[in-house]
């Protein structure tokens, strides 16, 4: 029996040219993008095509095929939508991908309508160009992907229909040639409706990732397992760490996050590329030098036969502040309780102890007069100790009333200026412009002495203070700052603890006092320390509406 298949022939449709390279057209109304984008294309395997105007973009194509086109939205006389859809509206050139390219229409709105005309991804100026560069080779690789599974549909129906030729010829020799005929003809179209389907599943799980890994709030990143190279991060991660992808080749072969979890050392820090890890807390620097804490997760995984390590940082810097920030008001809390309960105790006792002594100093000879005097200030200073104590008394009532901070600092200034001379030290006012705010007198005053006496013991002499008030947005900063020695890094988060101190013959009393004031009037503390000095600051709130009724009922008594 002779052969009656006839021998298949495929001729690929290509998008290269004669020199073998592939076909890209990019359209843009603006030369100096086009020279740009084929500056930053510039490959022996691309044949990148210009052209400024949408009407010659639909000239191109109908001339020649490409596998892939580049488009800017704003044209002047077709758009790139438009142009879109007519391209996408021929069968011939309905599988070009598209991509769009624009500074403008970045509204949600706009870029709906690119991928609703057809557009594959959507690219917006300025952009990096390796990230082009990256974009460009992928979709070109999927293009040709794409065009291969067209190829081996095309040969698949080639052959269906030979088949069916097949099946009319030889129908009067063989009917159970039919029966074979359809089934192997349903199999093939049922592995053409599979693979189809897989296609498709393929596009939408890569879509899906790279959305997720793009708009993730926790900073993500792919490293290769062999050499800890990082290969990709998301926007978050960038944000976060300050570095941008060209920096990161600095760091590539550098553990980034360092092991904050009891048991582990500093060396575990290479965990991140080594094992599988759940909510672990994690420290890393930015670029600028800040320290920041997360909770990071790990997962291993295979692409394209290179194992990598997916990391996902939880940022938890501010969680951590505040945590550290309550476990301080807390200790606060429970000494100005204890304060309320047993300060008002002794204070009486000792009341009665001094007026006794005082009267046995009056009715005994002069010669024990001395010893009388050195126990009376001992009993003064303890009293003294204890008004600090019950400083710190949380439910002391504060009396607010509408008072300008630098009034209170001129008031202050002789008292301080005059412990300044005293130990060989100056003095410095910076007072800016602000607003009257809700204080209590007394209390603002006493925090104010605090901080300033302190600056003054921990400068030597010939050393100057300044006190600094100055308008934020919504706030009205004081800040006091000395030219000592500065404070030891791991006290600075323990400084407000009661009876924690720096200095010989000190309560430890002072600063927790100073932070007990702030929170009464829902300040806050920040503190700021080096080798050339210490600046803390106090931060009040404006709260514009309480200080206008205080005027206003001010002006109507008056």
Known sequence: MTQWMPAIKYTEKSHKTNSAKVNVLVVDDHVENLVAIEAILASPRYHIRSVTSGADALKQIM????????????????????VARLIKSRQKTRHIPIVFITAINQAAEHVERGYAVGAIDYIFKPFNPQTLRWKVEALINYQAYYDQVEAQSMLL??????????????????????????????????????????IAEHKLTKEHFRKIFALSPNLMSIRSLHDARILDVNQSWLEYSGYSLEELTAIDQKPFYQIEEPGYS????????????????????????DTRYGLLSTELMNTLGEKQILSVVTDITEIDHL???????????????????????????????RGFLQLLAHEDNALNNEYYDLMISELDRANGIISCFLALAGNKTVELECVCLN???KALYPLIKADALRCDKNLCLELGEVEPLMLDDKEIRQLIMNLCRNGLEAMGSGGTLCIKTCRLADEIMLTVQDQGSGIDQNLIDKLGTPFLTTKPEGTGLGLPVCFSIAHRHQARVDIQSAHTGTSISVIFPLRRESVKELQLDGLMMG
């Open 407 to 409: 009034d209170i600092i």
């Open 266 to 289: 500093i060396t575990d820090s290479i965990i991140e590329i080594q094992e599988k890890v759940h909510n672990l807390k994690v420290s890393y620097k930015t670029k600028s030098g």
């Open 63 to 82: 001339q020649q095929d490409y596998a892939l086109i580049l488009m800017d939205v704003q044209m002047p006389d077709l758009d790139g939508f438009e």
């Open 157 to 198: 129906q080639e052959k269906t229909r030979e088949l069916e030729e097949a099946y009319q010829q030889l129908h009067f020799i063989n009917t159970n040639l039919e029966n074979l005929v359809e089934q192997r003809t349903k199999e093939v179209l049922i592995s053409n409706v599979q693979l189809q389907r897989e």
């Open 323 to 353: 945590q550290k920030e309550m476990t301080r008001l807390d200790r606060l809390n429970l000494v100005g309780e204890m304060a309320a309960s047993i300060g008002h105790e002794i204070r009486n006792p000792m009341t009665a102890v």
